[in-house]
């Protein structure tokens, strides 16, 4: 929470907000990411395009964002400090995640939630859950375990 900024955080939930708001008024499809992504690769031919048209809107917006000049350019240094096998571990689990739960954080939490459905509900809630425990065991002793160092 060292760099939130309330403002780019309305915007970006704003804009997050607007495009599956389009996207379901336009298309009639949920912009969940991951089913998105999965048809775009994996769907039919016919049903690609616009899928990839949105995908390449989200890789795109970011580096349109490196255009802007000067100080009023937002910041998008990362610092990773997770060893590479880790994020491929967390990755995988992420993927398996997903597929278990017939979808991703996008779609139930964004999509379904609005749709008032109780799946999405049920999704959001054990995403949550997940998520602090993993944190606070990342934020504890098993950290060290994993790095293969002691805390």
Do not use: K, Y
Request: net charge positive.
């Amino acid at each position: 929470m060292e760099n939130f900024t309330p403002v780019s955080a309305l915007i970006g939930g704003t804009l997050i907000g607007l495009s599956a708001v389009l996207l379901m008024a336009l298309n009639g499809r949920v912009a969940g990411i991951s089913g998105l992504l999965g048809t775009a690769l994996f769907g039919a031919p016919g049903d690609r395009a616009w899928r990839i048209c949105f995908l390449g809107g989200m890789i795109a917006a970011p580096l349109i964002m490196l255009l802007i000049p000067g100080e009023a350019r937002p910041s998008l240094a990362v610092d990773i400090t997770a060893s590479w096998p880790l994020l491929i571990l967390g990755g995988l689990l992420v993927g398996f995640g997903t597929r278990l739960g017939s979808g991703c954080t996008s779609g139930h939490g964004v999509c379904g939630l609005s749709r008032l459905s109780a799946r999405s509900l049920i999704s959001v809630l054990v995403f949550m859950a997940v998520g602090m425990v993993t944190v606070t065991l990342m934020r504890g002793s098993l950290a060290g375990l994993i790095a293969g160092g002691a805390t």
